[in-house]
């Protein structure tokens, strides 16, 4: 199905059962934990071995020799593998850094060895006997440093954030410089680690030629492709199975060692063999969202009208990898006849830095929206009326390309009014309970809308029982459920008559999960292959398809009626079918938007913050499942205050990698630091996205937020802190005098 | 010079602990110890040890590397895979399961330190289509999203209103002798052992209430 030109009225719009908060059809499995995650696949080939990764112990440099005997000769093991024993393999398209293979190393905890023995207990042992000698060199781990001669570079994350090296309209240094209100500061982020609670793992069993890996991914062609490339195998050659997903975040986008090693490691034991990264190797071995600095400056008029907007921004990464796209949404945020916007690269041999959850926006809003907060102050305005001042219904780079849908007003006022804004005191400080501070604060939250290919499979059999095959993953975003209600609205069945099949790659290949466009999209293919067996089912009872009507488990025309099993006969009925998408994209600039309300206590004493209360209302079109949704965004929230308060990859400056590598020194918010959240989501349906009328939601939830509370960490101490995580230690010799 | 003495009389005192422990558990000899410390160590077998666990009611007689802690027992040795390892290290929770009706992290213990210990993990609370209140009431709130840390969360849960209901105090209680409250506050204090990634919390304490209420 081409999706060129706006959708009319279609099946979806009878909102029966699409748009219902239904529990996900998945919870049963989830809460009794019989859903098997890739570790957990005792079923799925005989005779499992257990392979143990050993990561390098240097950032930079080169393996001299690499010591096996006393491994090898060690209780159990089955084989040991080195990196020394193969050249560096190929990269897969996705990949930046080096999975394995050579002696060189370029980050640390990089995959060097795999030790396969019969226990788990038997391959740790073995991999720490493995004694290795290395050459080190110095290495590039000061982003500040390098930060100062990083050259223009232009970034895409793969994660749809794409952006220019350098974009110019207007002549935004004379505008800048006439203007009689101007900001112009610094911010930065820290790297971030994804920390999916399901460390990266997989099984690999080969059968001659062919390897099977069971693991954990959130994009299933891009895993087989790339895994293909890496092996130097035909892809036909490679399967992939990931049915669940213990959280991906950005973190499992990519193929990563574990599959690579559970591959190699199972051709060298000649049977299968399973392979869990270790927590303390996920920071260091995989990927995170790199740190940025981010300079902003805006000018405007006293009126408040924006009239010079530029935002720059410098990130690090390995060779040949991108920049964090942090200027992104600053391109469409936000009107202003003069723009710039920059992103610049420096190498770094710190380890591969990549797309996390909103890649790009995230960081960047947490530094655009304190500069808007920071200016609605110098021009005494309301941080609420100052964003609707400058609000934009087309695209500012270029005026003739509206936007498909732009509520962000609506979702801003909405938010003030039911949050309590007007009893904001706009004077910081104030606000005193106790031995608290007390403050709000709020944001702009936005996020694109990408539109990408996805196929599915459906298969109708003699019992009514639609089944939905298509290698879309369900990483906690509620997949299962919304395809199973879009098949169920789309064929006029109830839910309990679908049968969702999920991460298989030998289904047809969906969207898959990341740029919160997996939703939108892979419901639109379910959509789409739902269309063409209803012709089927239409043809084969002889009804005409333009009349006939889909509900309660018949097809009726007239005063005709028919199960619809009845048109699967014996075999079935199968039909498969893809969304692909025109121009309309390129026609209409689609993105999704929010209002972030936060309100924080600091400590007048400590210097410590609580977040007290939290909203979001947001526009993201049409929402599938409101009950997932809701999820995906008090998620996103929750990943917001981390990001605020706790979450920093500390960089040892000196040896090159991230030391805070486990989930008791990288601190993720816990029960304890998460209030009530409210959710609100905005009436919408865009028939300029597709099919669906939907988008996404699930890192809009997340953009804003932590710029949300640092301005109300402002508004509750008067401190400007332009460096995240706002811990206590920058607040504390500045809190006003405790009474 | 002094520090290097202090290290040697440690050392001599660690070797009569060891000779002392492993007289009283029947492990290795101390002489066969000491061997092992001063050279690279021969490949030996490893130890294995006889431990005898009921999960979920069931009684298992097993044989065990006796490094193997209680986790990899139930997920590789039982097949029982409902319990997490997200850490393996006692930071996540995931693998939080009730031994002897108290919930511990599985993975900062051993399997040979619990003969004859009554294990309950997620797999004996409920199953699909029979499920244990709490587990209903995690479907009802969507009180998870990828569903990894869930077994821990609800087996912590279900332990927690337990612990609540004995009087055990926590951080936030005001008063250590009253009895605690089930105020929010209370169980997300007491939940915060349990990591969730995706964020679930706000259901999570709304399942917990929804179930403590009708316990209450």
């Given amino acids: 199905m081409k999706f060129d030109t706006p959708a009319t009225r279609n099946p979806i719009d009878q909102m029966r059962v699409v748009g219902k908060p239904i529990d996900r059809i998945d919870g049963p499995r989830k809460t009794t934990g019989t859903a098997p995650y890739a570790y957990e696949r005792h079923d799925a080939a005989p005779n499992q071995a257990y392979g143990h990764v050993l990561g390098a112990g240097i950032a930079k440099g080169r393996i001299v020799s690499m010591d096996t005997a006393a491994a090898k000769a060690a209780p159990g093991v089955v084989a040991i593998v080195t990196t020394l024993d193969m050249p560096p393999l190929a990269k897969g398209q996705t990949n930046v850094a080096l999975l394995f293979g050579g002696a060189e190393v370029h980050h640390y905890h990089q995959a060097i060895a795999v030790a396969v023995a019969e226990t788990f207990e038997q391959a740790r042992d073995a991999a720490a006997m493995i004694r290795v000698s290395y050459a080190p060199e110095p290495g590039r781990f000061d982003l500040a440093a390098a930060a100062k001669d990083a050259p223009l570079s232009s970034g895409d994350s793969e994660e749809g954030s794409g952006a220019p090296a350098e974009d110019r309209v207007g002549d935004f240094e004379a505008a800048f410089a006439a203007a009689p209100v101007r900001l112009d500061a610094t911010y930065t982020t820290p790297d971030e680690s994804h920390a999916a609670m399901e460390p990266h793992a997989s099984i690999a069993a080969w059968e001659g030629e062919k390897v099977t890996i069971w693991t954990s991914n959130q994009m299933i062609a891009w895993g087989k492709r790339d895994l293909a490339k890496t092996l130097g195998i035909p892809a036909a050659n490679v399967r992939l199975d990931s049915p669940f997903v213990g959280g991906g975040f950005g973190g499992k986008l990519f193929l990563r060692a574990d599959a690579v090693m559970a591959a190699l490691a199972a051709r060298a034991a000649g049977r299968p063999v399973k392979v869990a990264l270790t927590r303390p190797q996920v920071a260091n071995n995989t990927t995170h969202r790199p740190a940025t600095i981010q300079r902003i400056r805006v000018g405007a008029g006293r009126d408040g009208r924006i009239t010079a907007i530029a935002h720059e921004s410098t990130s690090g990464n390995l060779k040949d990898g991108k920049p964090e796209t942090a200027v992104q949404q600053t391109k469409l945020l936000y009107a202003g006849a003069n723009r710039l916007t920059s992103l610049r690269l420096a190498e770094l041999d710190l380890p591969e830095g990549n797309a996390m959850r909103a890649p790009g926006e995230a960081p960047g809003l947490m530094a655009l929206e304190i500069a808007m907060d920071e200016m609605a102050e110098k021009l005494g305005l309301d941080p609420v009326e100052f964003r609707v001042l400058n609000d934009t219904q087309v695209d500012p780079e270029h005026p003739e390309r509206p936007f498909s849908q732009r509520q962000l007003v609506q979702c801003l006022r909405q938010g003030a009014e039911r949050f309590g804004w007007n009893r904001r005191n706009a004077r910081p400080g104030e606000r005193r309970e106790g031995n608290w501070l007390v403050g709000m604060g709020m944001a702009a939250g936005f996020r694109n809308n990408m539109l990408t290919k996805s196929a599915a499979r459906v298969r109708l059999d003699r019992e009514g029982v639609v089944t939905v095959e298509t290698d879309m993953t369900d990483i906690g975003t509620g997949s299962y459920t919304i395809i199973a209600q879009t098949a169920a609205e789309t064929m006029g069945l109830p839910i309990e008559k679908v049968v969702v099949r999920l991460g298989d790659s030998d289904f047809p290949a969906s969207a898959g999960s990341g740029g919160q466009w997996g939703a939108n999209n892979s419901t639109a293919g379910v959509f789409a292959a739902c269309m063409k067996l209803r012709e089927a089912v239409a043809q084969k009872l002889g009804f005409n398809s333009a009349d006939a009507v889909f509900a309660e488990g018949e097809v009726r025309a007239g005063n005709r009626r028919a199960p619809l099993g009845q048109a699967a006969g014996e075999g079935g009925l199968v039909a498969e079918d893809l969304i692909e998408y025109g121009d309309l994209a390129k026609r209409y600039q689609q993105s999704t938007f929010a209002g972030h309300f936060v309100e924080v206590g600091v400590d007048a004493f400590t210097g410590e913050t609580r977040v007290r209360r939290m909203l979001a209302v947001c526009a993201a079109g049409r929402i599938l499942n409101p009950k997932s949704a809701r999820s995906q965004v008090i998620g996103a929230m929750t990943m917001g205050v981390g990001a605020a308060l706790t979450e920093e990859l500390s960089v040892d400056k000196r040896l090159g990698f991230f030391v805070n590598h486990d989930l008791a020194s990288y601190e993720v918010p816990v029960h304890a630091d998460i209030p009530h959240q409210e959710v609100v989501f905005l009436d919408e349906a865009d028939p300029i996205s597709s099919p669906m009328k939907a988008k996404g939601v699930g890192e809009l939830g997340l953009c804003g937020v932590g710029a949300a509370v640092a301005n109300a960490i402002h508004n509750a101490t008067g401190i400007r802190v332009r460096d995240y995580p706002i811990t206590l230690d920058k607040l504390l010799d500045r809190l006003p005098p405790v009474a | ?216």
């Fill in chain 2, 1 to 216: 010079m002094q520090e290097g003495k202090e290290f040697q009389l440690s050392r001599r005192g660690l070797a009569i602990v060891t000779a002392a422990a492993a007289a009283a558990t029947g492990g290795p000899p101390a002489a066969q110890a000491q061997t092992g410390a001063a050279a690279s160590p021969p490949a030996s077998a490893p130890a294995m040890e006889k431990v005898s666990l009921v999960v979920n009611g069931q009684r298992h007689a097993l044989e065990l590397d006796a490094r193997t802690t209680l986790l990899d027992t139930l997920r590789e040795h039982l097949h029982l895979t409902g319990s997490k390892k997200g850490c393996d290290h006692g930071q996540c929770g995931a693998c939080t399961v009730m031994v002897d009706g108290r919930r511990i992290y599985s993975c900062l213990t051993l399997a040979v330190m619990h003969e004859g210990d009554e294990v309950t993990t997620i797999e004996g609370l409920g199953k699909p289509g029979d499920l244990h209140p709490m587990q209903a009431a995690f479907v009802k709130h969507d009180g998870y999203q990828c569903g990894y840390c869930t077994p821990g969360q609800i087996c912590a849960s279900v332990a927690m209103l337990a612990e609540i209901k004995a009087g055990v105090p926590s951080h936030v209680s005001a008063d250590l002798t009253a009895a605690p409250q089930l105020t929010a506050d209370e169980i997300r204090e007491r939940m915060s052992g349990n990591i969730c990634r995706c964020g679930a919390y706000s259901n999570i304490v709304e399942a917990i209430t929804e179930v403590a209420g009708r316990q209450a």
